[in-house]
C-alpha cells in the first residue's frame, strides 16, 4: 500500500512539472537589424508590433540585436551602412535594451524611433524618453560610453550567425534564420509554437497550407528582390 501511495505521488508530482515545463516553453526570436535602415524601421514600426498586440509576445523569448551591417575599420573604429547618426543610435538602442530589460519598454522606446526615422524626424529621438514615459538611464548610458562597450558585444554575436546575414533586418526563430520571408515571422513562430501547445493568438490564424515544410520550400523559390539593405552595400 505505501508503494503504491509513493508511486501515485510521484506520477502527480512528474505529471504537474511537465506540464509547468510545457507551459513555460517559449520560441527564441531574435532580430538582428540597424537603426536607420528603412526596411529595418519599418519592420519594426509596421509588423513587429502585431505579437503585442495578440498577445503572442507571452510565447516569444524576444531578442534584438542593434548591429545589422555595421564593421570595424581598420583603426578599430565602428562604420556604420548609414553614417555616424545610425552608429549613435545603434548605441542607444543597445543601452535601451539594457536600461529598461522588460521587453515591453525597450521595445517601446525602440519603436518610437524608429517612426521618428520613417518620418525623417529623426533630431526628435531623445523626445522619446518622455513619449514612452521612461527615464534617461539610456542617454546616461550612451553618454558615458558604455553604449559602446554593448555594441561590442552585439557585435561578436551578429558575427557568430550561421549562416551568415546576408542583409537585415534579419529575423531568426528557433535558430532557423527567415531569411527573404520575414514578413511571415507570425506564421512561423505559431507552426513552431503549435509543435507542443496552440496560443490563444494563432487558433483564428489561416495558416493550414502552410505547413514548417512548406514555408521552407517556398524559401527556396523566391525570386523577387527582398525589402533589405544588404551587407554589402
Known amino acids: ?86 552608429c549613435a543610435l545603434n548605441a542607444i538602442h543597445a543601452c535601451a535594451i539594457n536600461a529598461y530589460p522588460d521587453v515591453m519598454k525597450h521595445v517601446g522606446y525602440i519603436h518610437c524611433t524608429e517612426r521618428l526615422v520613417l518620418e525623417n524626424k529623426l533630431e526628435q529621438w531623445a523626445d522619446c524618453f518622455e513619449l514612452v514615459g521612461l527615464s534617461r538611464a539610456a542617454l546616461d548610458c550612451y553618454i558615458n560610453g558604455y553604449g559602446h562597450q554593448l555594441e561590442l558585444k552585439y557585435a561578436e554575436e551578429t558575427s557568430e550567425l550561421s549562416p551568415a546575414h546576408a542583409y537585415v533586418p534579419w529575423l531568426v526563430v528557433n535558430n532557423q534564420p527567415l531569411q527573404e520571408n520575414y514578413h511571415h515571422f507570425v506564421v512561423f513562430i505559431c507552426n513552431t509554437y503549435g509543435s507542443f501547445q496552440v496560443h490563444e493568438a494563432c487558433k483564428n490564424l489561416n495558416h493550414s497550407a502552410e505547413t514548417l515544410s512548406t514555408f521552407n520550400s517556398s524559401m527556396e523559390k523566391l525570386s523577387y528582390s527582398p525589402q533589405v539593405c544588404y551587407a554589402n552595400q
Open 1 to 86: 500500500m505505501a508503494s503504491y501511495v509513493r508511486f501515485c505521488i510521484f506520477t502527480v508530482f512528474f505529471f504537474c512539472f511537465f506540464l509547468s515545463l510545457s507551459s513555460g516553453q517559449k520560441v527564441t526570436m531574435s532580430l538582428y537589424y540597424e537603426a536607420l535602415c528603412p526596411f529595418c524601421a519599418d519592420f519594426i514600426v509596421n509588423h513587429l508590433p502585431q505579437i503585442f498586440q495578440n498577445g503572442l509576445i507571452s510565447a516569444i523569448d524576444l531578442h534584438l540585436v542593434p548591429w545589422g551591417n555595421s564593421h570595424f575599420k581598420p583603426d578599430g573604429t565602428i562604420h556604420c551602412q548609414h553614417g555616424e547618426a545610425e
